[in-house]
């Protein structure tokens, strides 16, 4: 048993998923660089994270005459950070993170000349646009496994720990940092600066949960038995039954479970109201489903 597990946990990636990670890890650092010196760095927004930090540092260093760039600065005090990393047991991780730190750390630095500075004076704009597109460009490469240092692997290591969201973990984490930047640039720069790391965090959450979003059905009827192979022969849908009691009557009741895309609820409606009006039915949203029917638990 510990040999198989032990072989599972060093599988060789094929040169396909090398490649794809190699792929979302440069242009999803390429969107993150682009957002940052586009909207937030130049505009004063300072969305949390380590180059939140270095957009204050930044500030303050061109204050005194001197241009410190935020891509090295990231990669500098991320050393520190990357130690965690290491002693996290995951080599792959800590290779993917480390390419990450780098790539989306020079990008930083590469870009910042020649992109243009969009949204100057509109804050709100800035946020919301600035969010997006660095909310993407961490998708894809949380997507892969790894991250671009910083406080996300601190708002990693929790979620892995905890089962809360990564997107969640990392506004926890990083609002002490847009707190810290109000006294250098304004308190109105650190309220949008919140307001962009909200929406980033959100569309993270949306890149690396995927858009498919499924339905959990369940359903208490007397008819159970005419419903379930309705759901599996019309539907072709696997079906689970449960057995339940109610409180206040005291009775064995069964109970239907079975997962649906977004598309079938309408049917599975119509068949549990030509079938028994009167079935109790609760509907759930679900992030991602696994299995037969489903995609694959081993592909990202």
């Known amino acids: 048993m510990g040999a198989r597990r032990k072989a599972r946990a060093v599988r060789q990636l094929s040169w396909r998923e090398m490649l794809v990670d190699a792929a979302?890890?440069?242009f999803g650092s390429l969107l993150f660089a682009f957002g940052l010196d586009c909207f937030e760095?130049?505009?004063?927004?300072a969305a949390g994270g380590i180059t939140g930090l270095a957009t204050v540092f930044h500030a303050l260093a061109l204050q005194a005459g001197v241009n410190l760039p935020v891509g090295i600065q990231s990669i500098v005090m991320n050393v520190l950070l990357f130690v965690y990393v290491v002693k996290s047991g995951s080599r792959r991780y800590a290779i993917l993170t480390a390419a990450?730190?780098?790539v989306s750390g020079i990008l930083t630095d590469v870009v910042a000349p020649f992109v243009p500075v969009l949204g100057e004076g509109d804050l709100l704009l800035c946020a919301l646009w600035g969010g997006v597109i660095t909310g993407v460009g961490l998708g894809m490469v949380f997507r892969t496994g790894g991250n671009t240092g910083g406080t996300d692997i601190i708002a990693q290591l929790i979620a892995r720990r905890t089962g809360a969201s990564v997107g969640s973990m990392a506004i926890v984490v990083d609002g002490a940092i847009v707190a810290l930047s109000a006294p250098i640039f304004s308190i109105e720069n650190a309220l949008y600066a919140a307001v962009a790391m909200y929406?980033?965090?959100r569309v993270i959450d949306a890149v690396v949960d995927g858009p498919r979003v499924q339905?959990?059905?369940y359903i208490i009827s007397e008819k159970h038995e005419r419903i379930a192979r309705q759901i599996l022969t019309e539907l072709d849908r696997g079906c689970t039954e449960f057995e339940a009691r109610g409180m206040w009557s005291r009775e064995l009741r069964p109970v239907l479970f079975c997962v649906l895309s977004r598309g079938e609820i309408a049917h599975l409606k119509e068949i549990v109201a030509e079938t028994d009006p009167n079935a109790i039915v609760v509907i759930a949203e679900v992030h991602e489903a696994y299995g037969e029917g489903f995609k694959s638990i081993d592909k990202r």
């Open 24 to 26: 979302l890890i440069f």
């Open 100 to 102: 990450g730190i780098i």
């Open 199 to 201: 929406i980033c965090g």
């Open 215 to 217: 339905r959990a059905a």
């Open 41 to 45: 760095v130049p505009n004063g927004l």
